[in-house]
């Protein structure tokens, strides 16, 4: 069964910081991670998707990397802003004739001006 | 574009009642699914729509069920409700059912259990 872990559940850092979000996973059959960010009572938005051939992702300041064969994956995020606040979750799809989602619990990011 | 749509978006029940949520894709997708969000337990897949069929379903109670209709639209109905079943239900829809297609999500619908 597929598990996945983000730790720490929260993290406060000052504006301008770069800062490394951590995401591990137990089962390392998978087809792609994807990284979501959710605002408050909000759903969440998509923010880089990496194939299981890939080794990194990258959009303007975030970049996403995946080590599939030790289970883990980083978001990076370069100049953080105070708009950049918000929980991020990553989540891993599964290989096989059941494939689904499987999300960890997110790291809630506050950053402070 | 218009993006995903979930309806209504804050419900008040109380428990024993039955409620239905619905979601409405981004125009031409036609994979749907489902999922409960809780501070307890995060996100917990529900089931998963293709073409009117489900493919896919999560480990939850047969008192959760959904359907998916021939224009994409997706329901889910929850019987009997339970306290714990109080949580916020996102849908996500996606172009196609292959594993590479990203998921675009709704902004849910919060189902408070009184």
């Known amino acids: 069964k597929q598990e996945v872990t983000q730790i720490p559940a929260a993290l406060s850092v000052p504006e301008g910081e770069n800062l490394v979000l951590n995401c591990s996973f137990t089962d390392s059959a998978i087809y792609n991670l994807q990284w979501f960010r959710q605002d408050p009572g909000k759903g969440l938005t998509s923010l880089l998707l990496i194939q299981s051939s890939q080794r990194e992702q990258t959009s303007g300041r975030l970049n996403a990397s995946l080590d599939k064969s030790s289970g883990r994956s980083t978001l990076y995020i370069a100049a953080s802003q105070p708009g950049d606040s918000a929980t991020y979750l990553c989540a891993v799809r599964s290989t096989g004739a059941n494939s689904k989602l499987t999300f960890g619990k997110g790291i809630t990011l506050s950053v402070r001006p | 574009k218009a993006g995903v749509t979930q309806t209504p978006r804050y419900l008040i029940k109380t428990r024993g009642q039955q409620v239905t949520l619905s979601c409405s894709p981004i125009?031409?997708?036609?994979?749907v699914s489902w999922y409960q969000q809780t501070p307890g337990q995060g996100l917990q897949f529900l089931f998963e729509?293709?073409?009117?069929?489900?493919?896919n379903k999560g480990n939850f109670p047969g008192r959760f069920s959904g359907r998916q209709f021939s224009n994409s639209r997706s329901e889910m109905n929850v019987s009997t409700l339970e306290l714990g079943d109080s949580a916020l239900y996102l849908c996500a829809s996606s172009l196609a059912r292959t594993p590479d297609s990203p998921l675009h999500f709704g902004n849910g619908t919060r189902l408070t259990v009184t």
């Open positions: 125009s031409g997708h036609r994979s």
């Open positions: 729509y293709f073409s009117e069929t489900q493919r």
